[in-house]
Each structure stands twice: as structure tokens, then as C-alpha cells.
């Protein structure tokens, strides 16, 4: 009896050291490798004030602006919701999202963070000369904090903000009433 234990455990150790043997060989040898599956790059566009108020004119659509940026939790919070609302509104309303994050951020921070959201909506990176003189040109009731949510109507006129998370609901009941019945109008 330990006789058959020890040649099935010399058998055992053989196959052993020829599977390492034969692993150490190939990694000599260059592996060829399938190239990873590259994921689309999040394009971000920098904007100045000038094409910032260019950028917020409807064109025939409501039109949806977000105003947040990496380093603010709750505009991080209020994103996947953000996500799914555009996706249930695609095609019926225009909807872009505007970072106030550094400049340098632009090929770095900002599109990873929308990347892991799976954001598909226009992003801008705003880099204004005066942002207390801008701020009431987007908004007359804006003070500046984050997120901030504003919808236009088609030509123009503000039909619903908010500064803080937005309210789902809230938001739904207001696209809706630009646009038709919800989500059944798709």
C-alpha cells in the first residue's frame, strides 16, 4: 500500500515539475496577445463664457444643461440618475452636462468619471473669465452652487432649475409637459 502511494505521488510530483517546465518554456517565447478592447474616449469640449451662452441656445428642443464637477459629491450622486434620464429622453430633448473642473482635468479626471457612468451626453468643461458675472446669464436665480440644473424650453425661456440634487419626479413632470407623455411618448 505505500508503495502505490509513493509512485502515484512520484507520478503526482512528475506531472507537476513538466506542467512548470513546460510553463517556464513558454513564457520564454514572446506571447502573442489579442489587443484589449479599446472603450470609446469620452470627448469633453472646453468652453469659454462666449461659447458657453452659444452652447445653452435651444435649437427646436428642450434643452437639459447639468452643471457639476468631479469634486462635488452630490452632482457625483445625482449622475446615474442623470444617465437614465437622459437615455429616457433621448432624441426628445437636447441635454448636455457642464463640468466647472480644473482645465487640466479635461483628458484626465472628467472623462474617466463619465466613462464609469456611462455618460453619452455632450460634456463641456467651462473655464469662464468671470463666473459671478456669468452665473446670472445662464440663470437670474442661480448663486452659483452645485449641481445646478436648468431646462429650457425650445425658444429659450427657463421652464424649470435647481440648484442642489435635483428631483426626479419633479424634473419628469416638467420635461414631460415640454415634451408629451413621459416615456410612453417614445
Same mark, same amino acid.
Not at 33 to 43: E, N, Y
Given at each position: 500500500?505505500?508503495?502505490?502511494?509513493?509512485?502515484?505521488?512520484?507520478?503526482?510530483?512528475?506531472?507537476?515539475?513538466?506542467?512548470?517546465?513546460?510553463?517556464?518554456?513558454?513564457?520564454?517565447?514572446?506571447?502573442?496577445?489579442?489587443?484589449?478592447?479599446?472603450?470609446?474616449?469620452?470627448? %469633453? &469640449?472646453?468652453?469659454?463664457?462666449? *461659447?458657453?451662452?452659444?452652447?445653452?441656445?435651444?435649437?427646436?428642443?428642450?434643452?437639459?444643461?447639468?452643471?457639476?464637477?468631479?469634486?462635488?459629491?452630490?452632482?457625483?450622486? /445625482?449622475?446615474?440618475?442623470? %444617465?437614465?434620464?437622459?437615455? /429616457?429622453?433621448?432624441?426628445?430633448?437636447?441635454?448636455?452636462? %457642464? !463640468?466647472?473642473? /480644473?482645465?487640466?482635468?479635461?483628458?484626465? &479626471? +472628467?472623462?474617466?468619471?463619465?466613462?464609469?457612468?456611462?455618460? &453619452?451626453?455632450?460634456?463641456?468643461?467651462?473655464?469662464?473669465?468671470?463666473?459671478?458675472?456669468?452665473?446670472?446669464?445662464?440663470?437670474?436665480?442661480? &448663486?452659483? *452652487?452645485?449641481?445646478? !440644473?436648468?431646462?429650457? *424650453?425650445?425658444?429659450?425661456?427657463?421652464?424649470?432649475?435647481?440648484?442642489?440634487?435635483?428631483?426626479?419626479? +419633479?424634473?419628469?413632470? /416638467?420635461?414631460?409637459?415640454? %415634451? *408629451? !407623455?413621459?416615456?410612453?411618448?417614445?
Amino acid at each position: 500500500m505505500c508503495r502505490v502511494r509513493f509512485q502515484t505521488l512520484g507520478g503526482i510530483l512528475g506531472v507537476i515539475a513538466f506542467s512548470c517546465a513546460f510553463a517556464f518554456a513558454q513564457t520564454k517565447r514572446p506571447l502573442r496577445q489579442k489587443p484589449l478592447a479599446q472603450t470609446p474616449a469620452i470627448s %469633453v &469640449t472646453q468652453l469659454d463664457d462666449a *461659447g458657453l451662452l452659444k452652447t445653452l441656445k435651444p435649437n427646436a428642443k428642450p434643452l437639459l444643461v447639468n452643471f457639476w464637477a468631479t469634486w462635488c459629491d452630490p452632482c457625483r450622486e /445625482e449622475f446615474p440618475d442623470l %444617465v437614465k434620464l437622459d437615455a /429616457e429622453y433621448k432624441n426628445r430633448i437636447d441635454f448636455i452636462t %457642464v !463640468t466647472l473642473d /480644473e482645465p487640466k482635468d479635461i483628458k484626465t &479626471t +472628467v472623462p474617466k468619471f463619465l466613462s464609469e457612468m456611462k455618460a &453619452t451626453m455632450p460634456a463641456y468643461l467651462l473655464v469662464s473669465a468671470d463666473e459671478s458675472e456669468l452665473i446670472p446669464k445662464i440663470a437670474k436665480d442661480w &448663486t452659483g *452652487g452645485m449641481p445646478f !440644473t436648468v431646462l429650457y *424650453g425650445p425658444s429659450g425661456e427657463i421652464a424649470y432649475f435647481r440648484q442642489g440634487k435635483v428631483q426626479m419626479d +419633479v424634473l419628469k413632470t /416638467e420635461l414631460d409637459k415640454l %415634451v *408629451g !407623455t413621459g416615456s410612453a411618448a417614445k
